[in-house]
């Protein structure tokens, strides 16, 4: 038996590596990994082979014993469930956890992602680009500001240390603001995004 992650050096794919990392660091015995490297540049998501696991043609895909899983948080939710630790609880604290996962994947990754693809990928005029870089830029601030509320921690972090996080969110931070980057902020944290 073998776990196969098809992934690629992307957030959303980062999400399935950090997960089984963090399962590992709290004790899981995983069974053997094999990383499936799928090269979207190339348009490795669009073959019949990759479609066959993810119809929706986006990374990250997992395939466990047979049964494939598709959208990176009910990849989260599956292993989560699987390898019970606490870093997602199964009991009734799993609604401390579960409305943030759906959270992330209906608002946060596609607000970001949308302004992601017309600040780096679009190759459009930027007459074209001026209102989904204000609706998306909009919208994702407004989701940086609920990052600052109380107890969203809890939720978007769950059985993580904070000063893990924080020297995380840190470090990636840091590596941003040296290449020039301009990053969302929010006051009331100590990180940022
Ligand atoms: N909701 C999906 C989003 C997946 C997604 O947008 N993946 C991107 C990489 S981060 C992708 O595969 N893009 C390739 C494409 O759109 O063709 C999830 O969370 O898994």
């Not at 996080?165 to 603001?177: A, G, I, L, P």
Request: with cysteine.
């Amino acid at each position: 038996m073998a776990l196969d992650v098809y992934t690629g050096a992307t957030p959303n794919g980062w999400k399935i590596s950090i997960m089984l990392e963090e399962l590992r660091e709290a004790g899981v015995e995983l069974p053997e990994t094999r990383i499936h490297m799928v090269d979207l540049s190339a348009g490795d998501q669009f073959t019949p082979a990759f479609t066959a696991i993810n119809p929706n043609q986006k990374l990250p895909a997992l395939v466990d014993d047979g049964r494939a899983i598709m959208e990176s948080c009910a990849i989260l939710q599956y292993l989560g469930e699987k390898y019970p630790t606490p870093l997602f609880p199964t009991d009734e604290r799993r609604w401390d956890v579960l409305p943030w996962l759906y959270w992330q994947a209906a608002n946060l990754g596609p607000a970001f992602g949308n302004k992601l693809s017309y600040t780096r990928y679009i190759d459009v005029p930027d007459e074209e680009k001026a209102h989904p870089l204000e609706r998306f830029g909009r919208e994702s601030l407004r989701l940086v500001a609920i990052l600052g509320r109380p107890g969203v921690d809890r939720g978007v972090a769950y059985g993580v240390p904070k000063d893990e996080v924080d020297s995380f969110s840190k470090e990636r931070r840091e590596r941003y603001q040296a290449r020039g980057a301009k990053i969302a902020a929010n006051e009331n944290l100590r990180t940022s995004i």
